[in-house]
Each structure stands twice: as structure tokens, then as C-alpha cells.
């Protein structure tokens, strides 16, 4: 099996050089999915997860637009179109620094199978630019966004392509986004979501990743009789998914602990109360400014520099801010400290030697392609309510997305459950496979 398994990485990498997380995310998978491929028999001889890997379709394209001082900036945009066999392709924008063709392919592979865990209609892609917000004025964002659709809208549609919000890519930005697109088609569609309320958005979309992670962590604590009330959490990151996320743990009775952006982490040792936590929303949406500026309202919390929370103690941490901030001796201080159950709000923050240290020693782990799919799962909520030009309530949507987070959960039991424990990296890569895989065989090769 090590040497299918090996074959099939050394293929797959000699046509993606250079391309560290898009690897990541495909040994991943190829480790749990391999060995399933090989035991069932219709699937065995298809070739599908090499057919998986390579994206349906790549687009990468220039931005070119004036910032206030008049002077020309260039950026490169991108699309990845990675799998529609079970639906149009669907997955966020991310607009950071950092973002290139490696980042956004593994992120785009990951979609496919966190949408197929969804159980909606949703096909895998991601996007964005290595385009930096920070310290750009409104004007200058909007133009950028302007001239970033400006090439997007030919690509994408309700029924093609519907791009979202990811790092750096919130409420206003898919706003200017969303006025480009309509001025460009002059047809008012749903081919984006994360939309306002007043305009095609779905109430709880902002929320959803972030409740989503709390509801799926409280599936993982609830199967084993346990609960995530009075726990000790740490969070990373500050943005939307961490700010939810921590929203849901108070909610549910447990202790927030910490939150962090890229300049360090702030800890309250007694816990965040709500209106601490509002504080640092208006530091982060409204102000857009750094974790730090909390000190200045809260001087007794204490802010650690160029830290990440791992080193402090806790029952259960919550990773909601980037790729691979948490590592192998991260993991190994967290779980020497006790903590005893991880659930990724961000893509792939957890590094493979993270991730075999959790599963070594039988932590609850969930991988987020399922813990954090409650964000596009309500995403798939917002595409429905725009076909049927209806929104459902607060209350509906939320409801929905528990059940599917529960689904979700019940998915991963199904294929990863093993003698004394679940393994949830198995159970979501398998689980998310077999439906996409289905929906491959029956369409042919294309
Ligand atoms: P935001 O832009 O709202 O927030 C990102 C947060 O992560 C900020 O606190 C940011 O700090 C921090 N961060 C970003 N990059 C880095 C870095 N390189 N090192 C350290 N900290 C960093 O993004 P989201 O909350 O939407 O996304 C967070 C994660 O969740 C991402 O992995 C995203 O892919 C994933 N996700 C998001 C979903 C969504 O619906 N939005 C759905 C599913 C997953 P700073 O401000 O200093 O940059
Ligand atoms: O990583 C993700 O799932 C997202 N950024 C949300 C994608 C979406 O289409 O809502």
C-alpha cells in the first residue's frame, strides 16, 4: 500500500513543483483515500484521484489599478476551478500577500471535499490575489475590487462559478465585488454569497463558520458524553471565523481564553465576557486595527508579541487563522498542557507532525474541511433562497446549519470510526470522496 501510496505523490508532484500546501493537502487525502480506493473495487482502476488533482481549470490573470497617490499598482488574481462533478464550482476569495497558485490550489482541493460533506449541490474552487488590505483606504479597496472583477465576471455565474469571502475578503468587499459584477452583466444574480441582508445575503452567513466549528466540536465532546460548557478554550485569529466562533463558545457556557491576530495574541485569564469580545470586534471590522489596541481598554489583559496562543493552558483550541500556524511542537506543548480536543476553524492550520501528534494521543481532532464547512454549507443556504427569491429566518437558517453540522459529524463516524476512537481526518477525506467520486464515474471521462 506505502508504495501506491508513494507512486501516486511522486506523480502528482512531478507535475506541481513548487507547490508546498497543494501538496500537503493531496498527501493528506491520498494517505486515507488510497487504501479505500484499493479495497473497493468500483472505484479501483479509475484513475479518480489523479483526475481530482488536476483542476478542471486555471485562471490567473493581472490587475492593474490606481491607489490614492495616483500611482499604478499591480496585482495577479486568480481562479481556481478544481471539480464540478457534483455541483458549479464554489469557494472564496482570499486576498493576502502570501496568496499564490500553491495556496490556492490546495484550498480548492479541500473545498471539494468539504463541500460534498455539506451534502448541498456545491462543486470546489478558490480564488483571490496577493493583494495586501491592510492599510488601504475604502477607495483604494474598492477600486482594487473593480479591477479584480473586472476579468472575474466573464468566468464565474450563479450556475458556473460563485465565489465567496475568505482571509481578507468580508461584507465589504464582496459588496464592491457584487456592484461590479451587476454593472458589468446588468443582471442582479446570486453569484456571490456573503451578500448583505438588504441585498440577497442570508441571515447567519457572517456567523456560520464560526457557530459552525462550536456546533461540530460540541458533536465531537457530546459523543463521548462531554461538553465544551466550562472548558478552557484558546482561539487563533481574530477575523470573522475566530469571532464567531468565540460568539458561540460564551453561548454555550465555556471560557475564551485568548485571541491573536499575525502581531500576537491577547489572554484574559479570567475570559473573554461579551463585551470584551464586541471590543475587539470593533478593533478588528470597524477600526480595522491590531489585537493590541485592546490593551488600551482592557489594560490587565495581557499581550504577547510575535507569540501564538498554543503555550497557553487549556481544554480545547480552536485554530481560526491561517494555514500551518500550528505545528508539530505546538502540538506536542498543547497536549502536554491538556488539552484534549482541536477543531480547525481555518484551512489546514494544523502541519501533518501536528496532526499525527493528535491522533497519537487520541485527541479529539476534526479536520477543517469539516469542522469549518458550516460557513459554505450556509453559503449553499444563501444560492437556494436566491433561486427561490425568498429568505428564510434567523432561526431556519440556524437550525439548518446545526443539522448539517451534525450530519457532518455522523459522516466522519461512518468512515473513520476505529476500535476506541474516531478518526475524523479519515472519516472526512473518505466521506467527502465517495460522492464526488460517484458523481465522476457516472459522467464519464472528462
Ligand atoms: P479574516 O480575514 O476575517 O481573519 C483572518 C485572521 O487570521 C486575522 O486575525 C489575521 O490576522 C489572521 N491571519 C491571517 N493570516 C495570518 C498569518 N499568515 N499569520 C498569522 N495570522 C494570520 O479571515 P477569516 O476569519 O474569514 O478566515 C480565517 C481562516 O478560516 C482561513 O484559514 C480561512 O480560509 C478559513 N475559513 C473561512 C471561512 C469563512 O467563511 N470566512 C470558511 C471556512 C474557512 P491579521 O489581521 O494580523 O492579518
Ligand atoms: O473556506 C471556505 O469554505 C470559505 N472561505 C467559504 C466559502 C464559501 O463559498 O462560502
Known amino acids: 500500500m506505502e508504495k501506491i501510496i508513494n507512486g501516486f505523490i511522486k506523480e502528482v508532484n512531478s507535475r506541481n513543483q513548487n507547490e508546498p500546501e497543494f501538496m500537503q493537502a493531496v498527501t493528506e487525502v491520498a494517505e486515507n483515500v488510497i487504501p479505500y480506493i484499493v479495497q473497493n473495487k468500483i472505484y479501483y482502476g479509475q484513475n479518480i484521484l489523479l483526475r481530482m488533482v488536476e483542476p478542471e ?61 455539506t451534502t448541498l449541490p456545491m462543486g470546489g474552487g478558490k480564488g483571490g490575489a496577493d493583494f495586501d488590505p491592510k492599510g488601504r483606504s475604502d477607495t483604494e479597496v474598492m477600486r482594487f475590487c473593480q479591477s479584480f472583477m473586472t476579468e472575474l465576471f466573464r468566468h464565474i455565474g450563479p450556475n458556473r462559478d460563485i465565489p465567496a469571502g475568505d482571509i481578507g475578503v468580508g461584507s465589504r468587499e464582496i459588496g464592491y465585488l457584487f456592484g461590479q459584477y451587476k454593472r458589468l452583466k446588468n443582471e442582479f444574480t446570486g453569484v456571490l454569497t456573503g451578500k448583505g441582508t438588504s ?92 489585537i ?12 504577547k508579541a510575535n507569540k501564538k496562543p498554543w503555550e497557553i493552558v487549556c481544554d480545547i483550541a480552536l485554530p481560526c487563522a491561517t494555514q500551518n500556524e500550528l505545528t508539530g511542537n505546538d502540538a506536542k506543548v498543547l497536549v502536554k498542557n491538556g488539552c484534549f480536543c482541536v477543531g480547525e476553524g481555518a484551512n489546514m492550520p494544523s502541519t501533518p507532525g501536528a496532526i499525527k501528534h493528535f491522533l497519537d494521543n487520541k485527541i479529539f481532532f476534526a479536520p477543517g474541511k469539516a469542522s469549518n464547512a458550516g460557513g459554505v454549507a450556509v453559503s449553499g443556504l444563501e444560492m437556494a433562497q436566491n433561486s427561490l427569491r425568498y429568505s428564510w429566518s434567523r432561526k431556519e437558517v440556524d437550525e439548518k446549519l446545526k443539522k448539517i453540522m451534525s450530519d457532518i459529524h455522523k459522516s466522519c463516524l461512518e468512515f473513520g470510526s476505529e476500535k476506541e476512537h474516531v478518526n475524523y481526518v479519515k472519516g472526512a477525506n473518505i466521506a467527502g470522496f465517495v460522492k464526488v467520486a460517484e458523481a465522476m464515474l457516472a459522467q464519464g471521462v472528462v
Open 57 to 117: 481549470r486555471v485562471l490567473s490573470f493581472r490587475v492593474a489599478w490606481i491607489d490614492d497617490n495616483e500611482e499604478i499598482q499591480v496585482n495577479r488574481g486568480y481562479r481556481v476551478e478544481m471539480n464540478s462533478a457534483i455541483g458549479p464550482y464554489k469557494g472564496g476569495l482570499r486576498f493576502h500577500p502570501n496568496v499564490n497558485l500553491s495556496v490556492l490550489k490546495f484550498l480548492a482541493f479541500e473545498q471539494i471535499f468539504k463541500n460534498s460533506l
Open 199 to 290: 441585498w440577497g445575503g442570508s441571515l447567519i452567513r457572517p456567523e456560520a463558520t464560526g457557530y459552525g466549528v462550536v456546533y461540530f466540536t460540541e458533536e465531537m465532546l457530546q459523543n463521548q458524553g462531554n461538553s465544551i460548557k466550562d472548558k478552557k478554550v484558546i482561539i487563533s485569529g481574530s477575523g470573522n471565523v475566530a469571532q464567531f466562533a468565540a460568539e458561540k463558545c460564551l453561548d454555550l457556557g465555556a471560557k475564551v481564553l485568548c485571541m491573536s491576530d499575525s502581531s500576537g495574541y491577547i489572554y484574559e485569564k479570567e475570559g473573554f465576557n461579551r463585551e470584551k469580545l464586541s471590543h475587539i470586534m470593533e478593533i478588528k471590522n470597524i477600526k480595522r486595527g491590531r
Open 292 to 303: 493590541q489596541e485592546y490593551q488600551k481598554k482592557y489594560p490587565k489583559a495581557i499581550f
